[in-house]
Nanobody, 123 residues
């Protein structure tokens, strides 16, 4: 059974940091692009960041550029999202996802999705 399991969410004060992890199991994702998305209450799920299979390319939503960093460890089948300078508007459920193509992640055409981890930023 293929699974993506996110962890690392929690409650943090504005200006703080969190590091999310997404561990994949069931098959290797070393040739897939991986991404992070988020969904705040009452809002649509939005793209946050994507990383290519070999970490050669990354792309971020304007709202997180310069504050969030996506990375991956293919040996561990895991993707990370380091979130710094967090703001209350970053509060959301964060999901990781995988797709064969880098551009498919950006367009939200992903083959696999995790269940999400809650991030709450207090002001």
């Amino acid at each position: 059974q293929v699974q993506l399991v996110e962890s690392g969410g929690g409650l943090v004060q504005a200006g703080g940091s969190l590091r999310l992890s997404c561990a994949a199991s069931g098959r290797t994702f070393s040739r897939d692009a991986m991404g992070w998305f988020r969904q705040a209450p009452g809002k649509e799920r939005e793209f946050v960041a994507v990383i290519s299979w070999n970490s050669g390319s990354t792309y971020y939503a304007d709202s997180v550029k310069g504050r969030f960093t996506i990375s991956r460890d293919n040996a561990k089948n895991t993707v990370y999202l380091q979130m710094n300078s967090l703001r209350p508007e970053d509060t959301a459920v964060y999901y990781c996802a995988a797709a064969k193509q880098y551009t498919d992640v950006i367009r939200r055409f992903c083959d696999y999705w995790g269940q999400g981890t809650q991030v709450t930023v207090s002001s």
